[in-house]
């Protein structure tokens, strides 16, 4: 459950360094701009940050959206040259600095985006300087340096206590450390702060389990495959809790499903390979793989049902929609 799109909302939102824009780009064309972004219309959003970088070039916000839409279109080489061109234009705007962190972190550059995040707190305030402790907390905890990544979390709640994702953080490190108990205690509250979010029922379902709490576990794993039916982490761990308590037929079957939901996983492996050269296909099948761990099963299907439209000579994409529409989950 890494997020990491916090500084991006937090651009969005208007937490800005240097809200002014130049008065050669007119207010409708940054209005439409963020209309365009909040409609999911990346296309259009990104024809519009070009259009602010040519009227503004100077400007380093135009390159700092255009970045930051490169980066969600998985785009990330082309966003990091985007957003250099914005710290070369101002090497102390904070936004720019956290999201050059974030797409040198999504590459695997782990010392650099360090580097970056530790340079963005020489000028970051306020929720952006949250931001930064928040992934500094994730980078230390991929790294294995627990200590530092608590450092990190609990610095960033310390700005705002209200992030959940901090919170949760913070279970991970504990879960890691095999603290269990203050692992429970953090993922509560990172649920408290967002009730809705299915990762963190997950979270909290699972740690009941593996503490014996079976009973409190299982509303929370139900309510998870009731948003997301396709999650098999929440079927594997319900089946062990519906076992403890001797519901031993509703243990099994949520047992065979999430094994035939990880047979999934290997399926989609085989036919990546098999259409790797059609790119196309391939990203619909990275999308069905996203969409298939976070538990969507409509969209899954239908991700993979596109890819299949694409390239029907496949032999793996066949058995994998055969398998996909095999599936006897309700």
């Given at each position: 459950?890494?997020?990491?799109?916090?500084?991006?909302?937090?651009?969005?939102?208007?937490?800005?360094?240097?809200?002014?824009?130049?008065?050669?780009?007119?207010?409708?064309?940054?209005?439409?701009?963020?209309?365009?972004?909040?409609?999911?219309?990346?296309?259009?959003?990104?024809?519009?940050?070009?259009?602010?970088?040519?009227?503004?070039?100077?400007?380093?916000?135009?390159?700092?959206?255009?970045?930051?839409?490169?980066?969600?279109?998985?785009?990330?080489?082309?966003?990091?040259?985007?957003?250099r061109q914005a710290l070369r234009r101002r090497s102390d705007h904070v936004e720019a600095r956290l999201?050059?962190?974030?797409?040198?972190?999504?590459?695997?550059?782990?010392?650099?985006?360090?580097?970056?995040?530790?340079?963005?707190?020489?000028?970051?305030?306020?929720?952006?300087?949250?931001?930064?402790?928040?992934?500094?907390?994730?980078?230390?905890?991929?790294?294995?340096?627990?200590?530092?990544?608590?450092?990190?979390?609990?610095?960033?709640?310390?700005?705002?206590?209200?992030?959940?994702?901090?919170?949760?953080?913070?279970?991970?490190?504990?879960?890691?450390?095999?603290?269990?108990?203050?692992?429970?205690?953090?993922?509560?509250?990172a649920h408290r702060r967002a009730p809705d979010d299915p990762d963190y029922r997950l979270a909290l379902?699972?740690?009941?389990?593996?503490?014996?709490?079976?009973?409190?576990?299982?509303?929370?794993?139900?309510?998870?495959?009731?948003?997301?039916?396709?999650?098999?982490?929440?079927?594997?761990?319900?089946?062990?809790?519906?076992?403890?308590?001797?519901?031993?037929?509703?243990?099994?079957?949520?047992?065979?499903?999430?094994?035939?939901?990880?047979?999934?996983?290997?399926?989609?492996?085989?036919?990546?390979?098999?259409?790797?050269?059609?790119?196309?296909?391939?990203?619909?099948?990275?999308?069905?793989?996203?969409?298939?761990?976070?538990?969507?099963?409509?969209?899954?299907?239908?991700?993979?049902?596109?890819?299949?439209?694409?390239?029907?000579?496949?032999?793996?994409?066949?058995?994998?929609?055969?398998?996909?529409?095999?599936?006897?989950?309700?």
């Amino acid at each position: 459950m890494w997020r990491g799109g916090i500084a991006l909302l937090l651009l969005l939102a208007g937490c800005r360094s240097d809200p002014a824009a130049p008065e050669a780009i007119p207010t409708a064309l940054l209005e439409r701009l963020q209309q365009a972004y909040r409609a999911g219309d990346r296309s259009v959003a990104l024809v519009l940050a070009d259009s602010v970088i040519q009227q503004a070039p100077a400007w380093p916000d135009g390159y700092v959206w255009k970045g930051a839409l490169l980066r969600e279109l998985g785009q990330l080489r082309a966003a990091e040259a985007v957003l250099r061109q914005a710290l070369r234009r101002r090497s102390d705007h904070v936004e720019a600095r956290l999201l050059l962190a974030r797409v040198v972190q999504q590459q695997g550059r782990w010392q650099e985006a360090l580097g970056q995040y530790h340079q963005a707190l020489r000028w970051a305030t306020g929720t952006l300087r949250a931001a930064a402790w928040l992934q500094l907390g994730h980078i230390y905890r991929e790294l294995g340096q627990f200590d530092s990544a608590a450092v990190g979390f609990r610095k960033a709640l310390a700005r705002d206590s209200t992030l959940a994702e901090a919170w949760d953080g913070l279970r991970q490190v504990y879960e890691l450390e095999g603290r269990l108990p203050e692992a429970l205690a953090a993922a509560r509250r990172a649920h408290r702060r967002a009730p809705d979010d299915p990762d963190y029922r997950l979270a909290l379902g699972a740690l009941l389990v593996r503490l014996g709490h079976m009973d409190e576990a299982i509303p929370w794993l139900e309510g998870v495959l009731a948003m997301r039916p396709w999650q098999a982490a929440a079927h594997y761990h319900l089946s062990r809790a519906l076992q403890a308590r001797g519901d031993t037929a509703a243990a099994r079957r949520h047992l065979r499903w999430a094994e035939q939901l990880r047979q999934l996983e290997s399926l989609l492996t085989q036919a990546e390979v098999e259409v790797a050269r059609h790119a196309d296909a391939l990203g619909l099948l990275k999308l069905a793989r996203r969409l298939l761990h976070e538990g969507y099963a409509m969209q899954t299907r239908q991700a993979i049902e596109a890819a299949y439209v694409l390239q029907p000579e496949s032999l793996a994409l066949q058995r994998l929609r055969q398998a996909v529409s095999e599936l006897t989950i309700p």
